[in-house]
C-alpha cells in the first residue's frame, strides 16, 4: 500500500531551480490523494510565469511515480487559493531568511 507520507518525502526531493527550497516545505502542494487506484498531487506555483512549469510537474510526477510503482501519479496544476509566504514551512522560511517579515 502506498502511504502519503512516503509521496511526501519523495516531494522532499524535488527543488525550485530558483529557490534553494523543496517544493513540499515551500508549500506549493496542497492535497495529495493515495486511493487504491492512483495517487492525484494537486498543487500551484509560487507565479504563473514560472518558467520551469513544465519540468517542475514533470519532476514531481516521477518523484511520486518511483513510490506509486504502477499505480498511476496524476498532478493537478491549480491556482485557486493561489500561494503566498504563509504556506512555507518554518524550515523554508529560516532557510530564505524571511523570518524577520512575521510570516
Known amino acids: 500500500m502506498i502511504e502519503?507520507?512516503?509521496i511526501i518525502s519523495a516531494l522532499k526531493t524535488v527543488y525550485d531551480p530558483e529557490i534553494p527550497v523543496n517544493i513540499w516545505d515551500l508549500?506549493?502542494?496542497?492535497?495529495?490523494?493515495?486511493?487504491?487506484d492512483s495517487v492525484?498531487?494537486?498543487m500551484t506555483f509560487t507565479s504563473p510565469t514560472c518558467p520551469m512549469m513544465e519540468e517542475l510537474l514533470e519532476s514531481v510526477r516521477m518523484a511520486a511515480q518511483a513510490v506509486a510503482g504502477d499505480t498511476p501519479v496524476r498532478v493537478e496544476l491549480v491556482w485557486d487559493p493561489p500561494w503566498n509566504l504563509s504556506r512555507m514551512s518554518e524550515a523554508?522560511?529560516?532557510e530564505m531568511d524571511l523570518t524577520e517579515h512575521g510570516w
Open 4 to 6: 502519503k507520507e512516503d
Open 27 to 36: 508549500g506549493l502542494v496542497y492535497d495529495i490523494a493515495v486511493q487504491p
Open 40 to 42: 492525484v498531487i494537486t
Open 92 to 94: 523554508a522560511r529560516l
